[in-house]
Nanobody, 121 residues
Framework: QVQLVESGGGLVQPGGSLRLSCAAS????????MGWYRQAPGKQRELVAG???????NYADSVKGRFTISRDNAKNTVYLQMNSLKPEDTAVYYC???????????????WGQGTQVTVSS
């Protein structure tokens, strides 16, 4: 019923920047929180940043001051601007959205397919 499509991943040198985008589409009545998670090889998936419909944000300590999350509610799209990238930021990045679908009865979690970010010289 709801699809999340991510874009913007790739290979970047240390110190470089990337911008991820995630667009939600489908039978959407309302979206509450949207966020970005990441999972590196051999590690658990972790929250990178989240943003509410009202614009309140939270970040993992490891990315504070370097990453910025934003969203366009009219387009059901969330962005992650990543600056000063480090090799330890290398991971698959997943978009998440908490959605109330049309004619739904509760909030549901939806995930994107993931986009690879590799930071290497």
């Amino acid at each position: 019923q709801v699809q999340l499509v991510e874009s913007g991943g790739g290979l970047v040198q240390p110190g470089g920047s990337l911008r991820l985008s995630c667009a939600a589409s489908g039978s959407i009545f309302s979206i509450n929180v949207m966020g970005w998670y990441r999972q590196a090889p051999g590690k658990q998936r972790e929250l990178v940043a989240g943003i509410t419909s009202g614009g309140s944000t939270n970040y993992a300590d490891s990315v504070k001051g370097r990453f910025t999350i934003s969203r366009d509610n009219a387009k059901n799209t969330v962005y992650l601007q990543m600056n000063s990238l480090k090799p330890e930021d290398t991971a698959v990045y997943y978009c998440n959205a908490v959605v109330w679908v049309v004619a739904g009865t509760r909030w549901y979690d939806y995930w994107g397919q993931g986009t690879q970010v590799t930071v290497s010289s």
